[in-house]
């Protein structure tokens, strides 16, 4: 079992990779808004590797509703 300190920093790190994940779907969300499909296509793959740290299967969750949603 993780000690104190070391949950709390991974915990920490799930937190920040969260709020970063957050942030680039919502930019993606904006340019494709605005009609700048090729940035909101690749700030649409930014948060993958993110999500990875929390869910490995968090690709298959993207594409369930990143195509309909964003395209």
Do not use: C, R
């Not at 079992?1 to 942030?23: A, C, G, P, R």
């Not at 919502?26 to 929390?54: D, I, K, R």
């Amino acid at each position: 079992m993780l000690n104190d300190q070391i949950q709390k920093l991974v915990n920490n790190l799930i937190q920040i990779e969260h709020v970063s994940t957050t942030l680039y779907l919502a930019m993606s969300a904006y340019m494709a808004n605005q009609n700048y499909t090729g940035m909101a296509s690749w700030l649409h793959l930014q948060p993958v590797p993110h999500l990875q740290v929390v869910d490995p299967d968090s690709e298959k969750l993207l594409s369930l509703h990143g195509s309909s949603f964003f395209y």
